[in-house]
């Protein structure tokens, strides 16, 4: 691969979520020509799914330091760059009992080492904060969680992404690669609208997948060690708390209440996925999120119900079972499959959340820079995005969206 300042090459991203808005953008600043596939609606997978928390990093402050610093860094860019995809209406975690509450000193004095601005409140003041708050809370820590827009927030990437000149192609199936010797050229897809089959040449591959990036490594022989872990969230209409609300304690099943516009949305749970299109919600964990959420906000069962689905997380690593699909770490991973594999000419994400979406991106695009011998620095987290709206309104000739 050869890649000289005056002429930068065609990569190819897979995925049309948000680390391949984020990735499709950053490659866009540095000079790259670029071409997204989606093979569904832009944002259709886990990315459209969750239930919309935007992590200061006060939920990994204990166990993972090094990721609740990233978060609230992200926080802050994101607030700057997408101003309009975040409600920073902040957090509270709630303590409904001793055991709890005595969690909070080790919980604030890691959110302190991680730079996450934190503050004590007992319970009689949460309740005059948030009325609808349980009577059995003893008392929470607020720290400056946000609602995010799962949907506008990577509408922003993509939209400065197509302003540099990115092709944008959804409901575009990825079918095969083109390889050269070990060394992906290209990419065959199948426009599902039209079933037209096509060869895309291409110098290089970054497969943000998501869930589905297991698949597309299968398509070059590469077995990339990826867990599929589902897990279901409910929405109930009506907004009965301004802060999101979760729980005192370490993470597990239906521990954090969100407030996104004028539905409350409890999440989430977690099992052991088949597969990435494993999303049919098992009834138990209906029941699971209920209880849940009338614990800390008891007013949630008084409700219309709105709906319940299933997102996909994609985990980075394998495991056999939902206990050890537990323990897999949320943490971001690219793998350069050359180094790894043999293969030539991709690199694979996995892992990661919502909120790091623009960091994973940087950290991808560092990685394929380093391997093109480009030294040219990141600038995604400069100056604010092109509204997202602007995605729509481009001239058709600049856009296959909708096409």
Not at 172 to 180: A, E, H, I, N, S
Not at 299 to 313: D, I, N, T
Not at 392 to 397: G, I, K, R, W
Request: net charge negative; hydrophobic share 40%.
């Amino acid at each position: 691969m050869c890649m000289g300042e005056k002429t930068k090459e065609h990569v190819v991203v897979i995925g049309g979520g948000g680390t391949g808005a984020a990735t499709a953008y950053d490659l866009c600043q540095r000079g790259y020509r670029v071409t997204v596939f989606e093979q569904g609606e832009l944002t259709c997978g886990s990315t459209g799914r969750h239930h919309g928390l935007l992590h200061s990093g006060a939920r990994y402050a204990v166990n993972d330091a090094d990721v609740a610093r990233e978060c609230i860094q992200e926080v802050h860019i994101l607030l700057k760059i997408a101003p309009e995809s975040i409600e920073p209406n902040r957090g509270v975690f709630i303590a409904l009992s001793e055991e709890e509450l005595s969690f909070r000193d080790e919980f604030m004095n890691a959110c302190e080492t991680a730079g996450i601005e934190n503050r004590s409140v007992d319970g009689e003041t949460l309740r005059r904060m948030e009325p609808n708050l349980s009577p059995d809370c003893l008392g929470g820590i607020i720290v400056p969680d946000g609602t995010l827009d799962a949907f506008r927030l990577p509408m922003y990437f993509f939209a400065g992404a197509q302003e540099l000149g990115a092709v944008i192609r959804n409901f575009t199936r990825v079918t095969g690669f083109r390889m050269r010797g070990g060394t992906i050229t290209g990419v065959h897809v199948r426009d599902l609208r039209t079933g037209r089959d096509e060869t895309v040449g291409c110098d290089f591959v970054i497969n943000t997948a998501g869930a589905w990036a297991g698949v597309i490594a299968e398509m070059a022989d590469v077995d990339l060690p990826i867990t599929p872990a589902p897990g279901t969230m409910l929405a109930h209409k009506g907004r009965l708390v301004n802060m999101i609300i979760e729980r005192l304690r370490p993470a597990t099943d239906g521990d954090i209440l969100v407030p996104q516009r004028n539905l409350s949305i409890i999440g989430a749970t977690q099992w052991h996925g088949k597969g990435p299109d494993d999303c049919e919600v098992p009834d138990k964990d209906v029941e699971v999120l209920m209880k849940a959420a009338v614990e800390m906000v008891p007013k949630f069962a008084e409700l219309p119900y709105q709906k319940a689905w299933a997102a996909v997380r994609p985990l980075t690593g394998r495991a056999d079972n939902e206990a050890d699909g537990r323990e897999l770490s949320r943490e971001f991973a690219a793998q350069n499959h050359a180094e790894s594999d043999g293969v030539q000419g991709m690199i694979s994400v996995t892992g990661g959340k919502a909120t790091t979406l623009r960091s994973m991106a940087e950290k991808t695009v560092d990685m394929f820079c380093s391997l093109a011998g480009d030294d040219t620095v990141c600038r995604s987290a400069e100056a604010p995005l092109p509204d997202y709206r602007r995605f729509y309104t481009a001239s058709e000739s600049r856009m296959r969206y909708g096409a």
